[in-house]
């Protein structure tokens, strides 16, 4: 078994996958919430193998480079740097996207998103997602529908490039991309889908988070005093930009399902509702541009 300090930290080139699990999760306990699937990942992520993999060949010494970088990943993950940040990955949509600290972390409750701008998407339709950050929504409605066409926005060119790259290791070719603060990106012609996650944190809910927030860019977080900057940005610009009987599909914070429908009731939608997520939270707010309806 391998030797351990005082301060549970394996000697570099005598602990096994064992002893270097345990060790993770003991140094992980105080600060997560999954200690042992974060040591896991992490350890699995320093040795270029799978979850699984780890299991096989539980009492295998590792090198000491390998276990040097599983520590100091250990350890930026108990100052609360993010998982995915940390090993440059996270699923989506059954998607593996490549993630940076110039990008949101795609989150499960995201997917509420894509499956409500599937269900509104007519065949061949054009889609606009702005604020793609990693291409997440973009990726996952364009690997659904591959008769689609997306366009998918972002103000960040780090995210870009991100979003980019996921698209090319995906072999997505019906997602174009372009540079711009929401609508300032779209060069013209309507949608018959917008959809976005915006950043929707109040500058007061950012300060009592918790620290893996830090972590992640402020841009795409933090939208004003009470965090419907971004959100009153695009619904307002809503229907100048969607096709009749074309979708807005936005995500929102848990307590702006209410504030989100009367910002699209009044700017003309209709069919406006909220949708709760898998903990039912109310996180999908949307509404239909009438074909009657001149903008």
Same mark, same amino acid.
């Given at each position: 078994?391998?030797?351990?300090?005082?301060?549970?930290?394996?000697?570099?080139?005598?602990?096994?996958?064992?002893?270097?699990?345990?060790?993770?999760?003991?140094?992980?306990?105080?600060?997560?919430?999954?200690?042992?699937?974060?040591?896991?990942?992490?350890?699995?992520?320093?040795?270029?193998?799978?979850?699984?993999?780890?299991?096989?060949?539980?009492?295998?010494?590792?090198?000491?480079?390998?276990?040097?970088?599983?520590?100091?990943?250990?350890?930026?993950?108990?100052?609360?740097?993010?998982?995915?940040?940390?090993?440059?990955?996270?699923?989506?949509?059954?998607?593996?996207?490549?993630?940076?600290?110039?990008?949101?972390?795609?989150?499960?409750?995201?997917?509420?998103?894509?499956?409500?701008?599937?269900?509104?998407?007519?065949?061949?339709?054009?889609?606009?997602?702005?604020?793609?950050?990693?291409?997440?929504?973009?990726?996952?409605? =364009? +690997?659904?529908?591959?008769? %689609?066409?997306? &366009?998918? #926005?972002?103000?960040?060119? *780090? /995210?870009? @490039?991100? !979003? $980019?790259?996921?698209?090319?290791?995906?072999?997505?070719?019906?997602?174009?991309?372009?540079?711009?603060?929401?609508?300032?990106?779209?060069?013209?012609?309507?949608?018959?889908?917008?959809?976005?996650?915006?950043?929707?944190?109040?500058?007061?809910?950012?300060?009592?988070?918790?620290?893996?927030?830090?972590?992640?860019?402020?841009?795409?977080?933090?939208?004003?005093?009470?965090?419907?900057?971004?959100?009153?940005?695009?619904?307002?610009?809503?229907?100048?930009?969607?096709?009749?009987?074309?979708?807005?599909?936005?995500?929102?914070? =848990? +307590?702006?399902?209410?504030? %989100?429908?009367? &910002?699209? #009731?009044?700017?003309?939608? *209709? /069919?406006? @509702?909220? !949708? $709760?997520?898998?903990?039912?939270?109310?996180?999908?707010?949307?509404?239909?541009?009438?074909?009657?309806?001149?903008?």
């Amino acid at each position: 078994m391998g030797v351990e300090t005082q301060s549970a930290r394996p000697v570099p080139g005598t602990a096994t996958i064992e002893a270097l699990l345990r060790a993770g999760v003991r140094l992980l306990e105080p600060t997560s919430a999954s200690p042992r699937l974060d040591a896991e990942l992490l350890l699995g992520w320093a040795l270029g193998r799978s979850r699984a993999a780890l299991f096989a060949r539980r009492e295998a010494v590792v090198e000491p480079a390998a276990t040097t970088r599983y520590l100091d990943a250990i350890h930026a993950r108990q100052a609360g740097q993010p998982v995915a940040q940390l090993v440059g990955r996270r699923e989506f949509w059954s998607l593996d996207l490549a993630v940076t600290a110039d990008v949101l972390i795609p989150r499960p409750e995201t997917e509420l998103a894509v499956e409500h701008a599937l269900r509104h998407l007519p065949p061949g339709g054009r889609v606009l997602d702005l604020g793609t950050g990693s291409g997440a929504i973009a990726l996952a409605i =364009a +690997t659904e529908r591959r008769d %689609t066409h997306v &366009l998918a #926005t972002d103000c960040s060119a *780090a /995210a870009l @490039a991100i !979003a $980019r790259q996921n698209a090319g290791a995906l072999g997505l070719d019906n997602v174009a991309f372009a540079s711009g603060d929401w609508y300032a990106a779209v060069p013209g012609g309507r949608f018959e889908l917008i959809v976005a996650n915006p950043p929707y944190l109040a500058e007061a809910e950012l300060a009592a988070a918790g620290p893996e927030l830090g972590f992640e860019p402020r841009a795409a977080l933090v939208s004003g005093h009470d965090g419907l900057d971004a959100i009153r940005r695009i619904v307002a610009g809503a229907r100048a930009h969607l096709a009749a009987d074309g979708w807005l599909v936005l995500e929102h914070g =848990a +307590t702006q399902g209410e504030a %989100t429908r009367m &910002l699209c #009731t009044a700017a003309g939608l *209709a /069919a406006v @509702a909220t !949708a $709760r997520d898998l903990a039912g939270l109310p996180r999908i707010t949307e509404g239909r541009r009438p074909a009657s309806d001149q903008p």
